[in-house]
């Protein structure tokens, strides 16, 4: 004949069982968590790939023939302007571009140019700023002139 169990042992089987479906009830939810997650995660990519267009910006190639608006190719219209001359006018003389010159030859040297950015420090002749825009204007060298006589502020 069998023993009868003892009520220690029955009790130390039930917490065993009381572990075990713990255990894979935690399994089981922690298995449930991970499907949602991830269905969600594939709305949100899928969301993302209908609003923002057909790429992730991981360089794979775009469907346009690169050319702007009119018809022409993107590259023919530049993306910085032409340089500008840069012109100081100071008491030592006239620089363009950082190389002393004499006002005719800045003048010369800016029509190439689209036009001149002219600089006047405070201890500049009036007179040879006068004459450096006639200069300018007799080239057909349109200028901007930039006085900083008076606390750096543009005129003209």
Not at 47 to 76: D, K, N
Not at 77 to 93: D, E, M, N, S
Not at 105 to 123: F, I, N, R, S, Y
């Amino acid at each position: 004949m069998t023993k009868p169990t003892s009520s220690t042992s029955r009790t130390r089987d039930d917490r065993l069982a009381r572990d075990v479906a713990k255990q894979l009830d935690r399994r089981r939810m922690r298995r449930k968590l991970g499907w949602w997650t991830a269905v969600i995660a594939l709305l949100v990519v899928a969301a993302l790939y209908l609003r923002f267009g057909g790429g992730f910006g991981l360089g794979l190639g775009g469907l346009g023939r690169g050319t702007g608006s009119a018809g022409e190719p993107a590259s023919a219209h530049p993306l910085v302007a032409p340089r500008r001359c840069a012109i100081r006018v100071t008491a030592r003389g006239i620089t363009v571009d950082g190389k002393p010159m004499p006002r005719d030859e800045a003048a010369l040297a800016c029509k190439a140019t689209p036009g001149a950015d002219v600089v006047v420090t405070g201890d500049a002749r009036q007179g040879d700023q006068d004459a450096l825009l006639d200069a300018l204007k007799a080239a057909g060298v349109p200028a901007f002139l930039r006085d900083q006589s008076s606390s750096g502020s543009a005129s003209k």
